[in-house]
């Protein structure tokens, strides 16, 4: 946990586990399917890892493609996941 792209993936990812956690021991059934986690989960150790090898490298455009990365793995999670739908 060194550097800003360790953070930033780790705290999307906890998110994307509460929400998993949160969901699968609500009473109600979900839509969701485990597999519908996969993608961003991989998206936050790709951004982390490409990242963090622009930053050793001192590559500015796999910094920015790291960024692109978990931007997109954010998007998702709100698209496809909707972690603020509310069933009254």
């Known amino acids: 946990?060194?550097?800003?792209?360790?953070?930033?993936?780790?705290?999307?990812?906890a998110g994307?586990?509460?929400i998993f956690l949160q969901r699968s021991a609500g009473e109600t059934?979900?839509?969701?399917?485990?597999?519908?986690?996969?993608?961003?989960?991989?998206g936050c150790a790709?951004?982390?890892y490409i990242?963090?090898?622009g930053l050793e490298d001192n590559n500015q455009l796999m910094e920015i493609f790291s960024?692109?990365?978990?931007?997109l793995s954010i998007f998702y999670i709100f698209q496809i996941?909707?972690?603020?739908?509310?069933k009254n």
């Open 1 to 13: 946990m060194q550097t800003v792209f360790d953070w930033l993936a780790i705290a999307v990812f």
């Open 16 to 18: 994307l586990t509460v």
């Open 29 to 42: 059934s979900t839509a969701d399917k485990i597999w519908h986690y996969a993608p961003p989960a991989i």
């Open 46 to 48: 790709t951004s982390n």
């Open 51 to 53: 990242g963090n090898t």
């Open 67 to 71: 960024i692109a990365i978990l931007a």
């Open 81 to 86: 996941i909707k972690p603020f739908t509310h």
